[in-house]
């Protein structure tokens, strides 16, 4: 399951999508980009790498991004606060664009 939130909302009232790699599947509008870019991190949303062509403004409107799921048999949470939904979009590719 993923989330994504505004900084001032509780991740309960953000948006969800829930995303299945192999095969992929759920409610992800990019769901098999997503499950690429998580099979190139080993399935850790932190290490998928960066989009540098992305060009994004200083402004800071704090989003915060939430997964919980499994890969390989591992449990897997993550959750981080960007200082935009651009910058989340640069470090997180694919994931939480839903």
Same mark, same amino acid.
């Given at each position: 399951? &993923?989330?994504? !939130?505004?900084d001032?909302?509780? &991740?309960l009232?953000?948006?969800y !999508?829930v995303?299945?790699?192999?095969?992929?599947?759920? *409610?992800h509008?990019?769901?098999?980009?997503?499950c690429?870019?998580?099979?190139?991190a080993?399935?850790?949303?932190a290490a998928i !790498?960066r989009?540098?062509n992305?060009?994004? *403004?200083t402004?800071?409107k704090?989003?915060?991004? $939430? !997964?919980?799921g499994?890969?390989?048999g591992?449990?897997?949470?993550?959750e981080?606060?960007?200082?935009n $939904?651009?910058?989340m &979009?640069a470090?997180t590719g694919p &994931? $939480?664009d $839903?």
């Open positions: 399951m &993923l989330a994504v !939130a505004d001032n909302q509780d &991740l009232t953000g948006r !999508a995303l299945q790699c192999d095969p992929p599947g759920g *409610t509008r990019k769901g098999t980009k997503s690429e870019a998580l099979e190139k080993r399935g850790n949303p !790498a989009d540098r992305r060009s994004c *403004t402004e800071y704090p989003v915060k991004a $939430f !997964a919980v499994t890969w390989d591992e449990n897997i949470i993550f981080h606060t960007y200082g $939904f651009c910058a &979009l470090a &994931l $939480f $839903f």
